[in-house]
Nanobody, 121 residues
Framework: QVQLVESGGGLVQPGGSLRLSCAPS????????MGWYRQAPGKQRDFVAR???????NYADSVKGRFTISRDNARNTVALQMNSLKAEDTAVYYC???????????????WGQGTQVTVSS
């Protein structure tokens, strides 16, 4: 069984920064795309950023120029550096990964439990 554990959330003032990280664990054979989604109160879960196993990145328009996604393939982790945070960024942030195991073919999408990010003065 694969698990994704997020960390790094918290309360930050507008204009501040936070760095989220996600660490998969379990019987992992291969990890493909990894990414971050967020869900604000009363809204659907929206795409934020993703990174392929080859390092190609994609961002939602609302976070371009402010957020940076990266991955450490040696540790199988993915991070989201969030700068110039706004109140509109307040949400629960979820780690997402496409992972293949010996019992999952084709690869399946996995989700973390989420970490709260609150931007407020």
């Amino acid at each position: 069984q694969v698990q994704l554990v997020e960390s790094g959330g918290g309360l930050v003032q507008p204009g501040g920064s936070l760095r989220l990280s996600c660490a998969p664990s379990g019987s992992i054979f291969s990890i493909y795309n990894m990414g971050w989604y967020r869900q604000a109160p009363g809204k659907q879960r929206d795409f934020v950023a993703r990174i392929s196993n080859g390092g190609n990145t994609n961002y939602a328009d609302s976070v371009k120029g402010r957020f940076t996604i990266s991955r450490d393939n040696a540790r199988n982790t993915v991070a989201l550096q969030m700068n110039s945070l706004k109140a509109e960024d307040t949400a629960v942030y979820y780690c997402n990964a496409v992972i293949a195991t010996l019992s999952t073919n084709p690869p399946e999408v996995y989700w973390g439990q989420g970490t709260q990010v609150t931007v407020s003065s």
